[in-house]
């Protein structure tokens, strides 16, 4: 069945770092890719999409691009903010009923 | 702004008790969903509904059942609470665009003793 891989956390940065968080999936046919994200004490919020191969998602400086090749969708952000602290979840749905499939988390804490 | 309102934020519930747990969507979506969100497994469907009347289940739709009376109120019943349903319940919508993001409540932390 489908499923999403993401990379375990924490992940503890400082301030103005480069963020990689890795994200893989299995799934037939051609998913559409999400990356969510929690704050603290909040529900979960669309970061950025991507519907079809090569397709790259981007907002608020983070980017994922859509890699059919290597079944990957990868987030990543040039500089980061202590404000990004959060958990980050990746996840699949086969658009047909937009069902998501989410990856287990990724723990961002940004050190100033 | 999609609003999704969860009635409770935090609820202590004994082993046994019937609980329910209100969802109220404010922007006349078909899509409902309950997810729960434990450590370690991210968030796992347990039922959905696509309209009124109508549910399907998730992934782990045991112990749990729903009810959608109208349209923007999706409700998760736990008929008889067990310790582990100790977990984060959050409700969620979407329209029936292809591709639509979901749009969250933010969660209700049910313990259960």
């Avoid at chain 2, 609820?11 to 979506?29: A, I, P, S």
């Amino acid at each position: 069945g489908n499923s999403v891989t993401q990379m375990e956390g924490p992940v503890t940065l400082s301030e103005e770092a480069f963020l990689t968080i890795n994200c893989t999936y299995t799934a037939t046919g051609y998913p559409s890719l999400f990356w969510y994200v929690q704050y603290p004490g909040e529900g979960l919020q669309l970061l950025l999409k991507a519907t079809k191969a090569d397709d790259k998602g981007s907002n608020k400086g983070f980017e994922a691009t859509y890699r059919k090749e290597t079944t990957s969708f990868h987030l990543e952000k040039g500089s980061v903010q202590v404000s990004d602290s959060a958990v980050y979840f990746c996840a699949l749905s086969d658009g047909a009923t937009n069902k998501l499939i989410f990856g287990t988390g990724t723990l961002l804490a940004v050190q100033p | 702004d999609v609003k999704v309102t969860q009635s409770s934020r935090y609820l202590v519930k004994r082993t046994g008790e019937k609980v329910f747990l209100e969802c109220v969507q404010d922007m006349d979506h078909e899509n409902m969903f309950w997810y729960r969100q434990d450590p370690g497994l991210g968030l796992r469907l347990i039922y959905f509904s696509y309209d009124v009347k109508m549910k399907e289940k998730g992934d782990i739709p045991e112990g749990y059942s729903v009810s959608r009376e109208k349209k923007e109120r999706f409700s998760l019943i736990l008929e008889s609470a067990s310790t582990n349903q100790t977990s984060m319940y959050l409700c969620a919508s979407s329209s029936t665009g292809l591709n639509s993001p979901l749009h969250f409540g933010n969660g209700t932390r049910l313990t259960v003793t």
